[in-house]
């Protein structure tokens, strides 16, 4: 099968053609924590691209074609080894990103968990009722791989977005490419290696490289396209991938409704969520909106509460120098009065967590995913207002209520536009519990069993059994 990306006939129709110079220039790779140079990376162009997807598409009828008990036992043992390379693969992430090792080792076991769960999950199986529909007739429905999965991510959680994406997929029975985020290779590179050795040759193999390399894999001979990142690369990615199929998720701006009557834990779990990562989530609490009886407690109570967390002994420092000078951009047009920052370090890409309130609505603050550890307070006049403000961004991934009345969260969590929505607790996640976004974030589901049907097709078969009666 031809695969070239500039071949009518290579793979799935609709995708467009994408060139590029047949090498790049060598990227230097520094360690966020330092500024120091750490290693180079050679972004992958045409040729590799290709390579990679041709050896991912020969894989594919032998990997789809094992039981779903055979895709479990080789999966598990990629879990084994993920588990007892845990240290490495901690080190590679705090080198690419600046994680504290306490982090890094969580999000690491959490990767094994994710590929133990999805092998698990789909030899449960589910599909829509199967049966004498017609007449005469009997029916079912088999639930298919989609193919090649070209799955890109980004660099706040390189190793877990890419196991969020490749697990599902993988266990599902396809095969993947995946293109991790150019400062951050190095997690993605050893789970590749491990993958070679678990699941054999081309089912899972990763393709380093910049922003060109990424546009070469989606528009290559692959079958669906599963992105992480900004709105506006998701918008090209949708617009690269023509008719295949896309699993988007494009980021958050998550709305914090505190109330009155909030419990006392409020402000230590809204700063230690806020700051986890250096505030580098897609689902991390960004917008407090109180009521006017509240407000002036609520900036006192995170203001004291930031102040606790510390850059560089509680959390890390920012990714890259690209999103040191944004995050300090947005700061800097605030129209806040209140302005407060923690102690902390100040130098490099460290930041420290940053309060800010008395600001109009339309604040860049406000309106913008700062993508660093970063509150911003909004004062609301009664709850209906407070929904509008939290409703009012394009976004729409993940919100939390924070009040002692049950009934009353339970109510506002059900009213508020998100796909993911926490009553007194932020950015609380599990393997079983879905996670995916709405309007501006995207579309499509990561975690839980729901997400195996992003990377399956359903195929209704239907069988006549004689004569009519």
């Not at 910049?210 to 396209?225: E, Y």
Request: with cysteine.
């Amino acid at each position: 099968m031809d695969t070239s990306t500039d071949s009518p006939d290579a793979g799935p129709a609709g995708r467009a053609p994408v060139s590029a110079p047949v090498s790049a220039p060598v990227l230097d790779l520094a360690d966020p924590r330092t500024g120091r140079l750490r290693g180079t990376l050679e972004p992958a162009r045409a040729e590799r691209v290709t390579a990679a997807v041709t050896a991912a598409r020969g894989a594919l009828p032998a990997w789809r074609g094992l039981t779903p008990r055979e895709r479990e036992r080789r999966l598990d043992a990629l879990a084994d080894l993920v588990e007892e390379y845990q240290e490495a693969y901690a080190e590679r992430e705090q080198a690419g990103t600046g994680k504290p090792l306490a982090e890094a080792l969580g999000e690491v076991r959490q990767v094994a968990d994710l590929f133990r769960f999805y092998a698990g999950a789909a030899r449960a199986g589910s599909a829509p009722a199967a049966g004498r529909y017609v007449p005469g007739h009997e029916s079912w429905v088999r639930w298919e791989p989609v193919g090649v999965i070209a799955a890109v991510v980004p660099w706040n959680y390189p190793l877990l977005m890419a196991a969020w994406r490749c697990a599902p997929a993988l266990a599902a029975g396809n095969t993947v490419v995946v293109k991790p985020a150019e400062t951050t290779p190095d997690s993605v590179a050893l789970l590749a290696e491990h993958a070679r050795q678990a699941l054999g040759e081309g089912v899972l193999a990763d393709l380093p490289g910049d922003r060109t390399t990424g546009r070469l894999l989606v528009a290559a001979a692959v079958d669906m396209i599963a992105f992480t990142g900004s709105a506006a690369a998701g918008a090209e990615v949708a617009a690269l991938a023509g008719g295949r199929r896309t699993s988007l998720e494009l980021g958050g701006n998550s709305p914090v409704l505190v109330l009155p009557d909030a419990p006392a834990h409020t402000w230590a779990d809204l700063a230690a969520a806020c700051t986890y990562n250096a505030g580098q989530s897609c689902a991390a609490p960004a917008r407090v909106i109180t009521l006017a009886e509240n407000h002036d407690q609520v900036v006192a109570e995170l203001t004291a509460a930031l102040g606790a967390r510390q850059a560089g002994r509680d959390f890390g420092p920012l990714n890259n120098p690209d999103q040191a000078a944004r995050y300090d951009r947005i700061v800097a047009a605030s129209g806040a009065k209140y302005s407060v920052a923690a102690p902390g370090r100040t130098d490099g890409l460290w930041r420290p967590a940053r309060l800010l309130a008395e600001l109009p609505d339309d604040d860049p603050a406000v309106l913008a995913e700062v993508f660093g550890p970063l509150l911003t307070v909004q004062r609301a006049a009664g709850l209906q207002e407070a929904l509008a403000l939290a409703d009012g961004v394009p976004q729409a991934l993940a919100a939390s209520v924070w009040t002692s009345d049950l009934a009353a969260g339970l109510d506002l969590a059900a009213r508020l536009n998100a796909g993911e929505a926490w009553l007194n607790c932020h950015l609380v996640q599990s393997a079983e519990l879905p996670h995916g976004g709405r309007g501006a974030s995207g579309s499509g589901t990561d975690l839980s069993a729901l997400a195996l049907h992003e990377y399956q097709r359903p195929k209704t078969v239907t069988a006549r059994l004689g004569r009519s009666l």
